[in-house]
């Protein structure tokens, strides 16, 4: 099973996706905790490239490109092989982030997404996709409380609420895959509801 972590900077995702695999593994299952962009080493050169710099460094068609350069090699190199031997995988964001980040919030051409998902992914899709919805004012001062935020932390909140909306809108348009979590409260309650929905689908 493949299970992804959507949402905006600090919604908790990366906390949550740890307790789910303590979770899984205490039940008995292989797990492959991942993240992007990254995942892989070639991935992890080009996590280095997005992350960091001004936040104009590149274009929203250019992040784009290189997202899906890190994914294709996250792909082949991890996900895949780790699927193929039975295991849950467990990705700290994916395709949806693309399409969040550069699209919906970045104004890339969504057709540009679209092309690059059906190329690169094929039929490699998350069975499950939990978005973590939260006030985009209260996750960037959680991630700023974590220090030195990186260029997508610094683009502002126009540009974060934005993101929202658009994390909001592909939960909407795939309610089989997606399931929209409310992120402002406690860690346990999080992590009982998603116990509950990984229960049900595995």
Same mark, same amino acid.
């Given at each position: 099973m493949f299970i992804t972590? /959507?949402? %905006? /900077? &600090?919604? &908790?995702?990366? !906390?949550q996706i740890r307790l789910?695999?303590?979770?899984? /593994? =205490?039940?008995?299952?292989?797990?492959?905790?991942t993240r992007e962009p990254g995942g892989a080493p070639e991935a992890e050169a080009l996590r280095e490239l997005l992350i960091h710099g001004g936040t104009d460094r590149w274009s929203p068609e250019a992040e784009a490109l290189l997202n899906y350069a890190?994914?294709? #090699? +996250?792909?082949?190199? @991890?996900?895949?092989?780790?699927? #193929?031997? &039975?295991?849950v995988v467990l990705c700290d964001r994916f395709m949806d982030s693309t399409r969040a980040y550069q699209a919906y919030? %970045?104004?890339?051409?969504? &057709?540009?997404?679209? #092309?690059?998902? *059906?190329?690169?992914?094929?039929? !490699? *899709?998350? +069975?499950? @996709?939990?978005?973590?919805?939260l006030d985009p004012a209260l996750g960037l001062a959680r991630a700023q409380a974590r220090g030195g935020a990186d260029r997508f /932390?610094?683009?502002?909140? =126009?540009? +974060?609420? *934005?993101?929202?909306?658009?994390?909001? #809108?592909?939960?909407? =348009?795939?309610?089989? *895959?997606?399931?929209?979590?409310?992120?402002s409260r406690s860690i346990d309650a999080i992590a009982a509801e998603i116990a509950s929905i990984v229960e049900v689908r595995l």
């Open positions: 972590f /959507e949402g %905006g /900077e &600090g919604a &908790g995702k990366s !906390t789910l695999a303590a979770r899984l /593994e =205490a039940l008995g299952r292989k797990v492959c905790l890190a994914r294709d #090699a +996250h792909l082949r190199q @991890t996900i895949r092989p780790a699927l #193929a031997r &039975g295991e919030a %970045g104004g890339a051409d969504m &057709g540009l997404v679209d #092309a690059l998902e *059906r190329a690169i992914l094929g039929p !490699t *899709r998350p +069975h499950l @996709t939990l978005v973590f919805d /932390e610094r683009k502002g909140l =126009a540009f +974060h609420e *934005r993101l929202r909306e658009g994390f909001i #809108a592909i939960a909407a =348009a795939d309610k089989k *895959r997606c399931v929209r979590l409310d992120a």
